[in-house]
């Protein structure tokens, strides 16, 4: 299994260190940490960690696209991440000696047409090659609504595809194997109850805390994680997409069992695109999914 | 008049607008600007805008070097900033939508012993063609004590040093041409009265919104702005800088009133390395310094 990421909105995810938060003062930054983000190059990261072979592709540019390989190389994850000319956002994390964390989101870069066509060249051979394509987050500005619908025609594997709003609909109806919404993004995409009336063949539903349902042409099934799970959420769905490709061959309510287990796994570790690998693989033979008959 | 600027902690400044900054929250960010930073960089902006030739020195590494550099180019101010392994320091401004502005600085990089001996020879070639220089702003980690010491012995021609500390009293006492400090930075270098005790020639000290004063050998004069400023401060000392090396060879009362002038019109600019021309300009002439016959 080898595995395709592409992260078209990649960022920098750079933490500060405060002692307080204080609106309207200078702050002296104690510790400064940068690393590659954005969800695909997550679910690249998670999936390196379990050792399944994985290339992370996506749109990069200036400083922060140069650190964002460069950190990509750091930490062993395969990259090829395209060049453009359009700055990578940054994502600033202020994080409080209390713990509580601040988050200033960059809006990121404008694609140019050219940039896009030139990537789809790229994206063509990387695709080529792989068994299963992971299309993860939000499109950058310049780029078509339909944009992962041509990314999931121009694969001829399967492809998961992690998205919302316009994105998630248009790039649904191309037909991927797998769409993995929370059940807020699934409302706001579609107006009928049946996950799959989108069109993809099947779909993860995330509702949070409770669990996860998987809608498939085999059943639907759902889990619950072993406990409750206190800690950082940002990450879990990008672990959970991580779980089904790393599970591919598994029957569903397996991959579902894995995805849930993973995803609270990522919970508990403090960065996105980490795991606590102890509580994952004590929890993950336990969760049992149910069938749901639905009428 | 050639100057020559020396910024060895140089930063990237980064103003990032949003909505209202709420600690625990996530903001969007609405907007980026980026510029180049470091008070000796506000200095040869400003002496760039005034038409005095100059040319920026100090060390960049990384990204942010590099988009330092970029941007020192795309202003159009001559730039020789030397390279360093180490990333040069960002600063974040958050500016919420009520004008609230809060800050955080990074710590910045350390400079090893070989890059600072390196620097130093890169120093001595441009200090040789130069008619005088000017030190500013604080010593990255790494650097001696005593640094500004070596680059005001380094230099055969006039230095004005604008540090506070150690790295002020260390630097004062290689006799610089004139030292900057504000009234609270010299009582805290000094045990003494006389702002001459620590070396320097001359001294030109800033009591903030009430005016400046200039300590000579040939006298002590005083002046206070034309009227009450509001603004940012932040840069209103590199322009009191500025205004010194512009009017170097004009009598120290005139060179105080350009001083407390041009401090004045940096005040009612938004950014560092700006002033307000129009305000400049009409009121220039009407400053008069006072002389004060101390006991």
């Given at each position: 299994?080898?595995?395709?990421?592409?992260?078209?909105?990649?960022?920098?995810?750079?933490?500060?260190?405060?002692?307080?938060?204080?609106?309207?003062?200078t702050?002296?930054?104690?510790?400064?940490?940068?690393?590659a983000g954005?969800?695909?190059?997550?679910?690249?990261?998670?999936?390196?960690?379990?050792?399944?072979?994985?290339?992370a592709?996506?749109?990069?540019?200036?400083?922060?696209?140069?650190?964002?390989?460069?950190?990509?190389?750091?930490?062993?994850?395969?990259?090829?991440?395209?060049?453009?000319?359009?700055?990578?956002?940054?994502?600033?994390?202020?994080?409080?000696?209390?713990?509580?964390?601040?988050?200033?989101a960059?809006?990121?870069?404008?694609?140019?047409?050219?940039?896009?066509?030139?990537?789809?060249?790229?994206?063509?051979?990387?695709?080529?090659?792989?068994?299963?394509?992971?299309l993860?987050?939000?499109?950058?500005?310049?780029?078509?609504?339909?944009?992962y619908?041509?990314?999931?025609?121009?694969?001829s594997?399967?492809?998961?595809?992690?998205?919302?709003?316009?994105?998630?609909?248009?790039?649904?109806?191309?037909?991927?194997?797998?769409?993995?919404?929370?059940?807020?993004?699934?409302?706001?995409?579609?107006?009928?109850?049946?996950?799959?009336?989108?069109?993809?063949?099947?779909?993860?539903?995330?509702?949070?805390?409770?669990?996860?349902?998987?809608?498939t042409?085999?059943?639907?099934?759902?889990?619950?994680?072993?406990?409750?799970?206190?800690?950082?959420?940002t990450?879990?769905?990008?672990?959970?997409?991580?779980?089904?490709?790393?599970?591919?061959?598994?029957?569903?309510?397996?991959?579902?069992?894995?995805?849930?287990?993973?995803?609270?796994?990522?919970?508990?570790?403090?960065?996105?695109?980490?795991?606590?690998?102890?509580?994952?693989?004590?929890?993950?033979?336990?969760?049992?999914?149910?069938?749901?008959?639905?009428?």
């Amino acid at each position: 299994m080898r595995a395709l990421t592409v992260t078209l909105n990649a960022a920098l995810d750079v933490t500060y260190r405060v002692g307080a938060l204080r609106p309207g003062a200078t702050h002296r930054v104690t510790d400064v940490a940068v690393r590659a983000g954005g969800k695909g190059v997550n679910v690249a990261r998670v999936l390196h960690a379990l050792g399944v072979p994985v290339l992370a592709t996506g749109l990069a540019g200036g400083g922060a696209g140069a650190a964002l390989r460069d950190d990509l190389v750091l930490s062993g994850v395969p990259q090829a991440m395209f060049p453009i000319a359009g700055e990578t956002r940054r994502t600033v994390t202020v994080v409080a000696e209390s713990g509580q964390a601040t988050l200033f989101a960059e809006p990121g870069p404008s694609v140019t047409s050219g940039e896009w066509s030139d990537f789809l060249g790229h994206y063509r051979e990387l695709a080529a090659v792989a068994d299963v394509v992971v299309l993860s987050g939000s499109l950058p500005k310049g780029l078509p609504v339909d944009a992962y619908a041509t990314l999931v025609r121009t694969a001829s594997v399967p492809v998961v595809l992690d998205a919302d709003g316009s994105a998630l609909a248009a790039g649904a109806s191309a037909g991927p194997a797998v769409i993995t919404p929370n059940r807020g993004e699934l409302t706001a995409a579609s107006e009928v109850d049946d996950p799959l009336a989108l069109g993809a063949a099947a779909a993860l539903v995330s509702d949070g805390a409770q669990g996860m349902t998987a809608y498939t042409c085999e059943g639907v099934w759902t889990a619950a994680p072993p406990e409750v799970i206190t800690g950082n959420p940002t990450g879990a769905g990008d672990a959970a997409v991580a779980a089904l490709v790393a599970a591919w061959h598994l029957p569903w309510p397996r991959r579902l069992a894995e995805a849930v287990a993973l995803s609270a796994a990522a919970v508990r570790a403090p960065l996105a695109g980490d795991f606590d690998r102890a509580f994952y693989d004590q929890h993950r033979a336990d969760i049992t999914p149910r069938e749901v008959h639905e009428d």
